[in-house]
């Protein structure tokens, strides 16, 4: 074995220890591996992400309007932006039946035209090409003085992410578990922030992972703001993610969803949802009003449904 190979097999080893360490529940290789093989870049732009990035666009515009600045806390950031006629989204083309139904509509309701901006000052020329992740639409609406805080596994993913950030002084980008940054860096120093959890549900254990999370994060940082994704693939997941919530004793938990089709128990995704727990005042109304132009827009068909309830209230 040459030094070269030493020194990676070393680094392999200590990045086990590491990943061990910081995420008992996993055994490092396999399931790290099993873990990474979903790339956003196939997903950007499609329905879910239009629902995802409207909710998240509307609670840093309500945190922005206290002067204090923030963390903006991101799990599961992705690589920072997307190519929409790049081979990986049009492969599956899932953002034509996304924001492309949504880009340059002369009817825009006002809780779209923020998160429509960022999308907007990616595609100066008018053309959709790029599509926003969440880090980049953080990064277009934070202030001078607000941090941005962003994780990412995926050895792909992360350089992109990386470089897109480095020139950014209010940011932080490292490769770790996302769920780790729950205990690590909460509470944030001002005592105020906005968390996104995002992950791709690729393990089942993530439904699991993100209610552990959130609770570590409440404990050390009730008054956060926290918003959970996630897909309805099997509806029974989500009623039992829902009542696993329940059972924390949070309060103020606000269920935001949007539903392509209805209910079915063959593979696919059939909706998705923000579960936000201490929601800014304004956006139950806000979303409530948003909602049903949305799914007019996104499923001309009509099939499908929206919804906004209080799983837990105050
Ligand atoms: C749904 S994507 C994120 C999309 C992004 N938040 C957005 O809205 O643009 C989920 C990402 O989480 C990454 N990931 C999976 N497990 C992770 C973990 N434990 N910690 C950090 N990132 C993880 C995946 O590599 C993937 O890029």
């Not at 549900?201 to 089942?204: A, G, I, N, P, Q």
């Given at each position: 074995m040459t030094p070269y190979h030493l020194s990676h097999l070393l680094r392999w080893v200590f990045n086990c220890q590491i990943f061990h360490l910081t995420s008992n529940l996993y055994l490092c290789s396999g399931v790290l591996n099993l873990m990474l093989s979903y790339r956003h870049s196939f997903h950007a732009g499609n329905h879910a992400d239009v629902l995802k990035h409207t909710v998240q666009s509307l609670i840093i515009e309500s945190l922005k309007e206290k002067e204090k600045p923030f963390l903006y806390l991101d799990t599961h950031a992705g690589a920072g932006r997307y190519q929409l006629s790049g081979e990986y989204a049009e492969r599956t083309g899932e953002y034509l039946e996304g924001v492309a139904r949504v880009w340059q509509r002369e009817d825009l309701p006002q809780e779209l035209k923020v998160y429509m901006s960022a999308v907007a000052a990616l595609n100066p020329s008018g053309n959709l090409r790029y599509y926003p992740g969440s880090p980049f639409i953080a990064q277009h609406l934070l202030r001078q003085n607000d941090k941005l805080n962003l994780t990412e596994l995926h050895p792909s993913d992360f350089p992109l992410l990386r470089n897109e950030f480095s020139r950014d002084n209010r940011s932080r980008v490292v490769r770790e578990d996302g769920y780790q940054q729950l205990k690590s860096q909460l509470p944030p120093q001002n005592r105020r922030g906005f968390i996104l959890i995002d992950p791709s549900?690729?393990?089942?254990s993530d439904y699991q992972m993100v209610v552990r999370g959130i609770q570590e994060g409440y404990k050390r940082f009730a008054t956060g703001v926290y918003a959970l994704w996630y897909p309805v693939v099997l509806r029974q997941q989500i009623k039992r993610l829902v009542k696993d919530l329940e059972a924390t004793g949070i309060r103020r938990i606000l269920q935001i969803e949007l539903a392509v089709r209805p209910d079915s128990d063959q593979r696919g995704m059939t909706a998705s949802g923000m579960i936000v727990i201490n929601p800014p005042w304004k956006l139950e109304q806000q979303m409530k009003s948003v909602l049903p132009w949305l799914h007019q827009v996104l499923v001309p068909e009509g099939t499908g449904h929206t919804m906004v309830k209080w799983i837990a209230p105050e």
């Open positions: 549900y690729e393990l089942k």
